[in-house]
């Protein structure tokens, strides 16, 4: 079979109906993908009008970054930093772009365009850009409320609805290492108590012909139990006391991140954080975000609007005598409305037992009625279900048991004395089945047929 060179113009002739059609291909102009050296002008990659364009514009322009140099003194000795202005701007923007991992944004400073034009192609390295956000979390918080001026300041501040609402979020923390200082004490002495207990059947072994491997996991698991232990005892040691929550009740530690908290959430228990943030209804701007350590959702609402009240600091107050805070279900207690009358403050928060009230009273309506008279098979079954057909019977402490014949005879007069007593009654009240009648004390109820027993 010849060899088809790209580029090459070929007909095909095609038979149909005894027709020849002659077909041509088009033909298009190849297209590259390999890597290559281009001359890239890394400013014009910010396109105006985009986030990264406004970031970088005022980053540069707009906010003081002063504070982050007093951490900085390498002005005679050491080697040179990367600039806060420029990790800011990559960490911001890759936080829009949703990667908050130190090790994503090192690969996206390396690969992507954007980033490249943002870091200047510098390409810090990811310990660099996580020692930056760990250790600069209160610096990076005032830029926060630099950039809420500038929103103000350009008029995109309402100041007229704020709704707050929260998510509970998972922290890097195991929720198996949670639990009070009585409840890590009792591990610790378990932990200690089967090292002693190894090592005693240790030693008895040694005494023994035993494989080399064998003993050699053993003290490994002895070596792990004790270390277990003494770890326990370290962090007892360093946290001399227990949480205590809102009301001053003991809430749970965590071994590996104590600021954390077990929750319960749609999808099960978690250990995590409840975050908070407050937008403001014009143009939906977050003028405040928080993070806390509790389940409870009541707790956190006073918090955050004394956080936006100071939002600004020296400037004018976000929440005005006009302003309206909202909010859902899960923030309503009586302790939140005091504490929100004496700030004089308009809220409207949905009432956590407004539900039950109107279940409730429903369910009383729904027993108010009364029922259909038993006219009707089906309306008979009803009532038969609802009400017992027969009297509760009371026995006393001398009585004797009757025998079976004489229950049989007094059955039967009963039955004939219900039949005679329904034949006088109207024919709209009378049940249609009127054989095996039961008399009550309130209705006549038709009782069912005794089946026979299997066998018989």
């Keep these: 079979m010849p060899t088809i060179v790209p580029g090459t113009k070929i007909n095909i002739k095609v038979e149909v109906e005894d027709d020849i059609l002659e077909m041509q291909m088009a033909r298009y102009k190849p297209i590259d993908t390999s890597p290559r050296f281009l001359a890239v002008d890394l400013q014009r990659q910010l396109l105006p009008g985009t986030f990264e364009h406004a970031l970088n514009h005022l980053i540069d322009f707009e906010l003081d970054l002063s504070s982050f140099d007093a951490r900085f003194k390498n002005d005679e000795t050491g080697a040179a930093a990367y600039p806060p ?6 960490v911001l923007f890759a936080y829009s772009q949703g990667i908050v991992s130190s090790r994503g944004i090192e690969r996206v400073c ?3 365009v954007t980033f490249i034009a943002l870091s200047g192609d510098t390409q810090p390295h990811f310990t660099t850009i996580a ?21 103000d300041r350009r008029g995109l501040i309402g100041r007229e609805m704020f ?24 591990q610790a002495a378990k932990l200690e108590a089967a090292a002693r207990v190894m090592l005693e059947r240790h030693r008895e072994e040694d005494q023994k012909p035993v494989e080399a491997d064998l003993r050699q996991k053993e003290a490994q698991r002895i070596t792990r139990l004790q270390t277990d232990a003494a770890r326990l005892r370290q962090w007892l040691a360093a946290h001399p006391e227990d949480r205590k929550g809102s009301k001053g009740a003991i809430r749970k530690s965590n071994r ?9 959430t749609s999808k099960g228990v978690i250990q995590g954080y409840t975050g908070v943030a407050a937008v403001d209804a014009k143009h939906q701007i977050i003028v405040d975000a928080q993070a ?3 389940g409870s959702e009541q707790e956190l609402l006073v918090p955050v609007i004394k956080a936006i009240q100071n939002a600004l600091a020296d400037e004018q107050a976000l929440i005005t005598p006009t302003s309206l805070i909202t909010a859902d279900a899960g923030y309503h207690s009586e302790a939140n409305l005091k504490q929100l009358a004496q700030l004089d403050v308009d809220a409207l928060i949905a009432d956590n037992g407004m539900r039950n009230a109107i279940r409730v009273s429903r369910i009383r309506t729904s027993t108010s009625r009364l029922p259909t008279p038993c006219t009707t098979n089906q309306a008979t079954r009803k009532q038969r279900n609802r009400q017992p057909s027969i009297a509760p019977k009371t026995f006393s402490t001398t ?3 009757i025998p079976a014949s004489a229950r049989r005879a007094r059955r039967f007069t009963a039955t004939a004395a219900t039949a005679s007593s329904m034949d006088s009654q109207p024919s709209s009240f009378r049940p249609r089945n009127r054989t095996a009648c039961r008399a009550n004390n309130e209705t006549n109820v038709c009782a069912p047929r005794k089946r026979p027993r299997p066998g018989k």
């Design 163 to 186: 709704a707050i609402d929260g998510v509970k979020l998972p922290s890097n923390a195991s929720k198996q290492k949670s639990g009070t200082r009585a409840d890590f004490k009792h």
């Design 131 to 151: 020692g930056f956000v760990s250790n600069l979390a209160d610096d990076i918080a005032r830029v926060f409320t630099q950039i809420l001026y500038l929103c």
């Design 256 to 264: 590996t991140d104590n600021e954390s908290a077990k929750m319960a």
């Design 85 to 90: 202005a420029m990790l800011l701007k990559v």
């Design 292 to 294: 806390h350590g509790t």
């Design 399 to 401: 009585q004797t048991r």
């Design 110 to 112: 390396r690969d992507h």
